[in-house]
Structures are given as C-alpha cells and as structure tokens.
C-alpha cells in the first residue's frame, strides 16, 4: 500500500504500483466472473474486465433491452450470457450489480446460487448494511467483498477507454476463504480503478447516500434550480440565467478544479469572483449544514433505504419516475439548457 496524505491525514491507498494488473490477473485466473445485472454498473465493469483479460459471464432477466444491450455488446447467449440464477451458479466470484430494490426481490433466488468459497461481490453496501430491510444475510461459507466506483457505470467504462480509470473504494465483510481482501483488490485494478481506498460497508453506503442526494444530485440541482428562478424571477432571460448557472460551472469552473482544486480555480478567476466567493463561501456553507446533517442522520437510521425500497418495489414507480425526470426535463431552465447545448460549437460542427 502506498501511504498518502490527505489534507494532513495520511491514509492507506492502493495503486496498480502497488498491486499491478499482472497480479490481479494471477489472482483471479482461475476465477468465473459473473457479473449480474447489465443495467448501470454492470457494462463498464464487465467489460474493462475482459479487456484485461478476465473471465467474465453475465447474468439479466432474459428478454429485457439490458439483455439485449449485453448481445449488442459481445455476450453470447448460452456461451457467456445467461439467466440471472444460472449465471449465478457458473461463476465463483458473483459480482451482484443488480439495483439496490432488484437485488432484494432476487436475494431468495439467488443466495442458494452460491457455493463454498465463492466471494460475494457488491459495488455498493446498501444491501449488506440494511440487511433487515433487504434481508440479505449471505451463507458464512463465502467471502464477500464491495469494490465501490466513485463514479457512474458510463465513467468507469470512457475512463478506462482514455487510460485515466476511476477512484473506487473497497471493503471486506466477510473472510471466509483467507483470500478476500487480495479478491476485492484483484476486482478493483481489473475493473479499471485509478487507485483504490479502504472503507467499510456501512461508511461507503452512508457517504454514498448522503452524497447523491446532497452535493452530487439533490443539493446540486435544488442550488441550480433557486439560482436560475431568481435570475428569471428578476428579468433575466433564460440564456443569460442558464449560462451563468450552469454552463460556465460545467464548461469551465469545474473543470478547472478537477485540474488543480478549488483554490486554483480561486486563483484564475477574476479579482471580483474571488472575493464575492470567498465572502459567500461561509453563509452558504453555514446555511445548508444543517440539512446536510438532517440527511446523514436519515441515511444512518435506514430512513432514507425504506424510502427507496418501498418506492421502487411500488407497481406504478417507473411511471411516477418517468413523470417526475420529465417534469425537470420539460422546465424552462432545462429546455433552456438543451437549446444552449445545442449552439455548442462541436454541436454546430455535426448538424
């Protein structure tokens, strides 16, 4: 492990320097990968994977556009593609990339799947932590492990793709075989990890919810929404209100952070966004910290996993969600955004 210092903490991380690819390949040579679910996660990791020389199988509900997505993408039905249960059986490393909600309504098919020694693999605690909730309490005759992407399941394939892979987090549960711990590092370097940090179960899945719904997606998107309503709400058109909410964060502001760090990005603006940022910064921060911790105090009470679970496991939920994802689609400041995008120049070039 190389040793790094984070802001004055110094942690334990995990490199391809450290652990190489050659070696996670030694590990898992004589392992089956099944990788269930082809939805979100399930492509990029199944296929950096084989692109690195593994063993992969995957298992999806027969029929689906997921299963077709999986034949469109090389997977031979019978060969290398197979039912969920079956794909189950054929591999010893069972890499569970189902939903959060799937992953419980399949758990009673497919934990008698599992063999002695074969590792359980998440790419996310929800299940394991909440398992009174999902009930999936796996056999002691397995390890199981997490190796967690920071990233969507699109990133973790386009990063590998350009060489820069993604930061995943990793974790063991439960050591049955001795091997767990080199297992989980084996997945992560072959899934295309950039580097990789220790965590546990419960502290992934509760950065991780308070995350997406918090700076990542839920706080982000409310922050955009309130800015552009009050640049509307005082005259302002909609191109003017998008651009200086969204583009020029998207376009140019973040991507200068993810170069240097926010005080780079301080530092290459004008003089008059420094210091209105640098005045602000503290209200902003003092103003949502109590939402923010409200929210972790929901993700650590399982609150906010009945919430998904009852959502999801609801007959007419992929209606409401439809409903509600065009309602963000269909609003000003997001049909503003697509009419921005399109007078992109690399957009103008294409039409």
């Not at 794909?87 to 399949?106: H, P, R, W, Y």
């Not at 302002?236 to 760090?261: D, M």
Request: some cysteine.
């Amino acid at each position: 492990m190389a040793k790094i210092d984070f802001g004055g903490v110094i942690e334990d991380v995990v490199t391809s320097d450290e652990f190489s690819l050659e070696r996670a390949q030694k590990v898992l040579e004589n392992e089956t990968v099944a990788v269930l679910g082809y939805g979100v996660q399930g492509p990029g990791q199944a296929l950096n994977m084989i692109d690195n020389g593994i063993k992969v199988i995957v298992g999806q509900r027969e029929g689906g556009s997921s299963w077709q997505r999986a034949v469109s993408d090389g997977f031979v039905p019978g060969e290398t593609l197979f039912p969920l249960e079956e794909a189950a059986e054929k591999g010893t490393i069972i890499q569970f990339l189902v939903s959060d909600a799937g992953q419980m309504a399949i758990w009673p098919t497919i934990k008698p799947c599992l063999k002695e020694a074969d590792a359980l693999s998440f790419s996310h605690g929800f299940s394991i932590t909440y398992r009174e909730q999902t009930g999936a309490n796996p056999p002691e005759e397995v390890d199981v492990i997490m190796v967690a992407p920071k990233g969507s399941g699109r990133t973790v394939r386009s990063n590998f793709l350009n060489g820069s892979g993604i930061n995943s987090s990793y974790a063991v549960f439960q050591d049955y075989t001795g091997r767990a711990k080199e297992r989980a590092l084996a997945v992560g370097i072959t899934i295309g990890s950039g580097y990789l940090f220790p965590t546990t179960f419960k502290k992934e899945v509760y950065s991780d919810l308070l995350g997406e719904r918090g700076v990542l997606m839920g706080c982000l998107a409310g922050v955009m929404e309130a800015q552009y309503d009050i640049l509307r709400k005082h005259g302002h058109s909609p191109s003017e209100a998008f651009n200086e909410t969204v583009e020029e964060l998207t376009q140019s502001l973040i991507r200068l952070v993810a170069e240097n760090g926010m005080d780079w990005m301080y530092a290459n603006c004008s003089t008059t966004a420094q210091r209105g940022a640098l005045d602000w910064k503290p209200r902003f921060r003092d103003a949502v910290a109590p939402l923010f911790e409200e929210l972790y105090k929901s993700v650590v009470s399982g609150e906010e996993t009945k919430i998904v679970l009852e959502a999801n496991g609801a007959p007419e939920y992929r209606e409401s969600l439809r409903k509600e994802l065009d309602e963000i689609k269909n609003s000003e400041m997001w049909r503003a955004g697509a009419a921005v995008r399109s007078l992109r120049p690399e957009k103008r070039k294409k039409a």
